[in-house]
């Protein structure tokens, strides 16, 4: 095992043109600004997983090299797309300009080619480069990554271990060990009793390395053929353990898809467990799967508050890549808060405070370029308007121009609507929630409103107004441009009375926004009711005001009445957004997830804190055995060599206040390579249509508040029973490709 050279140079791209291409490297013009453009000799480093560029010399000093990972970045753009290109570069130059995204918040690289053919040679050896690094699979990623570490501590890159570096290489991967614990493997695999590891004796290392005791057991159990797994063995362990109802046509399929022969092998079904059929998540859940052809307002929609902000609420920058990451994360629902700028130009930014702005044309055309990238389903643009008339004419002017046949300007009927359409009909579509000067009716009876007239300000907008201080005004008007009202034709804004004022005076595309206090109030006092009023309606729950620092609130309750776009700060890191990205995982991860018959039928009396018996009322018992990680955690402190995780597991039901329940595994010291728990867990379920599971890794700390590994939520009612394999997401959302949760799962009736 020649651990200077990749494992994807190896079995991927040997001898490829493009990875050559990038070995080469080549110059190209780095840009911060309009006077800063400087050029940088960029190229893909030997282990292929490494891109670095050296910095310009300074007198006869030598150059520095910077350099960032290819698991780090995002995505690789083409063309003037970032801010900084669009700003800081002449249009004639789009075809020579790219953008390397990052998945944290680094900055991004906006660079600069001589000549378009070098820069499309440049965007597509890199996305070649990434994408087959993210389609290795996890016994691969697993030694790619150990054959980094071990290239790492191979000091003098001889290809050969020393008991030294052995050592050096334990700590690399995590796990803190005796002396003579590491003595008495390295003994075992020098056989050549050289004082050294080379060739095989690497791949023995890296073999008892890797052994997982327990996966030899459960085949061991079912291997009954030969000492290996025929397709009966194979039906018998899907049957039992895995708790599918399976034929012995299905168990051959599986093994002739891991296998060149009609038996299972050990390699092969590990190679299953690491693969779809043996994740958590259910594998027909992971494509689109639901009816797309209810009303709108029968789906929670995944949706974003102050989308234009990458950090805190009262200094961060405002951006359109904050656009950008939203959508390509599925989010369906935007916001956009819009105020005079200068030159008569409107601007998006969080008024009364330091957030930097942002063009409101430069919003709408990022939006237009991203806005169906991730899915086709139909965006929300929910405009918080400040803007004086002759700016609202020209928002409106830029929402026609830039969006084109995208932008809904009319109802899709010949009739005034009595429920709201489809997702699936509003595919593609792009639609302006804010006021409207008339009831929808005046498009289909053509009472025209010739002139702007005034409106009541936006409830949001009101809230903004009161919690930065301004003196409130009772029902503040702002006059509406009469071209931006007409462009509103599903989501109109209207001001929240009391559920019966909605439901005998308003119509099913009029919609109101509900700051999170009140909200949560609603729910708790008339849970029915709110649910009721979102069976016709759609609600817009947002956080607080006082959340400077864009925190979040809990979602799950707000799903729980129904509500269905609960807007969340995407900009922050935090277990609301965990819940988020879990609730809107399956179903094609299309931003759109459809409530639970019971919460669309009339007739319910669904109460989330009053249960009664009902067609939610499904008991089950939940049982969950935590065993082990599947391979290595990532070091938290990089710049530690001695600093070693000591990890434990939290698993979380969120759901109904009955059902939700925490529980935590002891942790294990010194231990990031392979620690195992086998701790059992019960959860008693009453609403499993609403229940949300997530799994919650951290570095034990006895002193201060634990670290966070990773995460992962799903649905409950996407997870597969048995034996499987929980993938782990940092706090961004990107999966560590090298660790994986291994667990039990039983999901049974209650008896």
Known sequence: MDFGVTYLLIHCLEGDKDLKFLLDGGNLVKIRSGSWQKSRFFRLQEDCETLSYDSQKILKKIKTCKSYSINEIESVRKGRESEGLNKHTDPCDEDRCFSIIFNDRKKNLDLMAASPEEADQWVNSLEKVIGNMRNLDHQQKSEHWIISCMRKADKNGDNMMSLKEVKHFLRQINVEVSDAYAEDIFKKCDESNSGTLEGPEIKLFYSLLTKREEIDVIYGKYAKTDKQMSAADLLEFLQKEQRQVVTIEEALRLISKYEENKQMTKDGFLMYLHREEGFILNPAHKPLYQDMNQPLNHYYISSSHNTYLMEDQLKGPSSTEAYIKALLKSCRCVELDCWD????????????????????KDVIQAIKNYAFKTSDYPVILSLENHCTLEQQKLMAHYLISILGDALLTKPLGKTVPTSLPSPEELKGKILVKGKRLNKLDAAFNHNVITEDETVSEEDEAADVTKENGQKPKSKSKIKLAKELSDIVIYCKSVHFNSFEHSRD??????????????????????????????????????????????????????????????????????????LNQGRFLPNGFCGYILKPEFQRDPSSQFHPNKLTKGPWLKKKNFHIMVRDISQQLPKLNKNKEKSIVDPLVKVEIHGVPADNGKKETHHINNNGFNPMWNQHFKFEISVPDLAILQFVVEDYDAASQNDFIGQYCLPLTSVQNGYRHVPLLTKRGDPISSARLFVHLMLLDAQ
């Not at 601007?347 to 942002?358: D, N």
């Not at 609130?553 to 900009?571: R, T």
């Open 341 to 360: 700028g200068v030159n008569g130009e409107p601007v998006i930014y969080h008024g009364y405070t330091l957030t930097s702005k942002v063009l409101f």
């Open 505 to 578: 005076n308003q119509s099913c595309y009029e919609m109101a926004s509900f700051k999170e206090s009140k909200a949560f109030h609603l729910a708790e006092a008339s849970g029915t009711a709110f649910m009721h009023h979102n069976m016709d309606k759609l609600s817009r729950i947002y956080p607080a005001g006082s959340r400077t620092d864009s925190s979040n609130y809990n979602p799950v309750p707000m799903w729980n009445v129904g509500c269905q776009i609960v807007a969340l700060n995407f900009q922050t890191p935090c277990k609301e957004m965990y």
